[in-house]
């Protein structure tokens, strides 16, 4: 089975950097995405960024400029590089992994990981 694990969350100054990543355990074929997402206490859970499968990439616009995500297909692993870090940045940060097998979509989901900025 796969299961995608996350790693790189951590306690930052704010201004600060931090690199996310999210490891497949197994393979993955026909990927469509992968997306962080990340939720905060007594908020919505929301999409901060996304790569499809032709490499395009799109930002949620509270981190347009500060955040990047990246894929390493052979590595079976994304990543979500965070730069200038605000206090409003901390949340669980999960990945996100949507293929397409078969006739239907499967979605794997990273264990979240916790991203802590101080003021």
């Known amino acids: 089975q796969v299961q995608l694990v996350e790693s790189g969350g951590g306690l930052v100054q704010a201004g600060g950097s931090l690199r996310l990543s999210c490891a497949a355990s197994g393979s993955i074929f026909n990927i469509n995405s992968m997306t962080w997402h990340r939720q905060a206490p007594g908020k919505q859970r929301e999409l901060v960024a996304s790569?499809?499968?032709?490499?395009?990439?799109n930002y949620a616009d509270s981190v347009k400029g500060r955040f990047t995500i990246s894929r390493d297909n052979a590595k079976n692993t994304v990543y979500l590089q965070m730069n200038s870090l605000k206090p409003e940045d901390t949340a669980v940060y999960y990945c996100?992994?949507?293929?397409?097998?078969?006739?239907?979509?499967?979605?794997?989901w990273g264990q979240g990981t916790q991203v802590t900025v101080s003021s």
């Open positions: 790569i499809t499968s032709d490499g395009s990439t």
């Open positions: 996100n992994v949507r293929a397409q097998r078969h006739l239907w979509l499967d979605d794997y």
